[in-house]
């Protein structure tokens, strides 16, 4: 079992589930990551025997520190995720999350392109039917337009490596670009690959499905879905593009764009969404900077990121759950009916917030020190902006609007036993991690001997700036200068492609319509005018049809007889 690869285990496992009863399926689905988790443990690093297919060398597996990190946090996210899930009765549901992870596994130890192209596939044909399952026509609408840009980035990935694999010869899964980190040098199918990933990762203008399909998801789909997809790309972003300066500007733009979005929203699963994006851009700028220190804080980033914003997640579907509701303008007061849940939706806020002693601080100080190193003073201006902003709109207005604010009135019941003590082990993690990071740091890539609680200063400027944010909200709110929480709809950039773009192909293919009639008119008048010209001359009352007297032909054939010896002769 120790040889074979990771994640087949859950792959194989996810099948056999509907052999299972279905009120046991639940268990066997928090079975597997468990199973799997074992057997990774007992791993060796290095590449697993490759095999051959169809002329290709594949090497299915490569254990290293990178993808070992990202393969223990997919294995814990899973188990919490299914945990969380234990009172869901849908087959699908079970099968489908757990092909979902058992392939995001497979990809982080995927050690050729063709191998991670087809673990990529199945993510994205998996995840779909966790947005399916809610069941209703906006998540079918959603679902579909989620599927059509996964499978649009699958398409470009398999493009990306067919023309990488006809300039280089090779399949191999390692650095894509040089160590210049010049992207403009890059062949047309590095290019193809990069676009692919960025899909994945939600860069700007590319953003919008993760927007758009996860808050349609099952209350137990939506963390599965903020676990592993957009981590995914981060993995493969930090395996194939590390140092790619493009990269940093992008993710500063990824921090900051979304605080505006999040503000303004009403439907607080949308707000994650917006507070997912924000996150993502400090790990996008981690892997643009390429250092040893920034890939460390990537890759903390990212493991630290998985067990907080499931931790939300699971918060805020447990409220969704009791109440079947998660809009702003319609909650407020259930710390009162659900205290626990509140308080680790507290503690998943103040983690994303990066407050010390939390496991966001001792993540994003990796970062944040590897940009100061770097010198990159507009980057750090940027992300010190994007991080009150977190505190806005992630370590306040959720928790607030959802538990405290107005008492809306809701009475409910805490959240099942089960998704409590889902989130109690990820609160749980959040806090040890914070208090103790050096075992996360232990698992990082490359040697840390970063000390996040040796500089006190550091502590200290982090928790002053957590206080102004904190201020400023309070003050906007007292003032009412704070956006109201109200049912309404936010437009985002996916409004160009999703109306106006069509409504552009509309009138385009309206006009072409007007342009071909009115071709086919003056073809049509064109033809009629030719044919009255031809029946002029050649119809029945035309010139050629005409009876000619017997002794004018006799004169011009004599004419022409005679012209023709004059030019002969001359």
Known sequence: MISLPP???ILVGALALPLLPRSAQAIGALALPALSLAQLLFLSQGVF?????AGLSLLQVRVDPLSLAFGYIFHIAAFIAALYALHVRDTIQHVTAMLYVGSAIGAVFAGDLITLFIYWEITALASVFLIFASRTQRAYQAGIRYLI???GSGVLLLAGILLHYHDSGSLSFDQLI???????????????????FGIKCAFPLLHNWLQDAYPQATVTGAVFLSAFTTKLAVYVLARGFPGTEVLIGIGVVMTLFPIFFAVIENDLRKVLCYSLNNQLGFMVVGVGIGTELALNGAVAHAFVHILYKALLFMSMGAVLYRTGTIRASDLGGLYRS?????AFCIVGAMSISAFPLFSGFVAKSLTMSAVTEGYYMLTFIGLLIASAGVMEHSGIKIPYFAFFGHDSGIRCKEAPWHMCL???VAAVLCIAIGWFPQ??????????VYQPYADFGHSVTQLQLLLFAALAFVVLKRTGMYPAEQASLNLDTDWLYRRVAPRVIRQIVAASRQVGRAFLQTGSELGRTLMRL????YGPEGTLARAWPTGSMVLWVAVLLGASLILFYL
């Open 178 to 196: 040089g160590p210049d980190g010049n992207l403009s040098d890059a062949s047309a199918g590095v290019w193809l690959i990069f676009a692919a």
């Open 439 to 448: 075992p996360l740091y232990a698992l990082l890539p490359y040697p840390v």
């Open 422 to 424: 889902a989130m109690g």
């Open 7 to 9: 994640g087949i285990i």
């Open 49 to 53: 025997p490759g095999i051959e297919l």
């Open 534 to 537: 031809v029946l002029n001359h």
């Open 149 to 151: 840009v996964q499978i």
């Open 338 to 342: 659900m205290p626990w849940t509140s």
